[in-house]
């Protein structure tokens, strides 16, 4: 199971709050106090996650949140998108031939995988399923 979550380390420059990430170097904001300054780090690091899906660009998993960090989660659809890119990437499939496993046109598969597009789970488990790998929901204490 893969979590989306990124260490975010915060520090104070006069009187804002800059917020980093060390897995996303392009993640670069501040607030002016710590809650902003992660609130913008989330906007931050989704955008620049979905970026990098959007121009088909390499996207690593989060590395494990470091002493000092604070943890940021993905917003959940970027999450699952992410996750579904990565074995779309992993499998070496054209988006053509996903579709063409599926039996659906092409277009909804790149749909499937735009991040910012409101995919239904049920059409993200069935690519992930044509893709060698399930989605699995989980609840758990908040």
Known sequence: M??????????????????????LPE???????????????????????AHRM????????PSKVKRGEEPVELPLRTAAKAGLYRAWLASGLSKREVAK????GETEVRRILDPRHGTKIEAMDAAARVLGSK????????
């Open 2 to 23: 893969t979590n989306w979550i990124y260490g975010t380390k915060i520090d104070q420059e006069g009187s804002d709050y800059r917020a980093t990430v060390r897995d």
């Open 27 to 49: 993640v670069l904001t501040f607030g002016a106090t710590r809650a902003e300054a992660l609130a913008n780090a989330l906007d931050a690091i989704d955008a620049v996650v």
């Open 54 to 61: 959007e121009k088909s660009t390499e996207l690593a998993l």
């Open 101 to 104: 496993r599926m039996k659906v």
């Open 135 to 142: 989605m699995k929901i989980e609840f758990e204490p908040a």
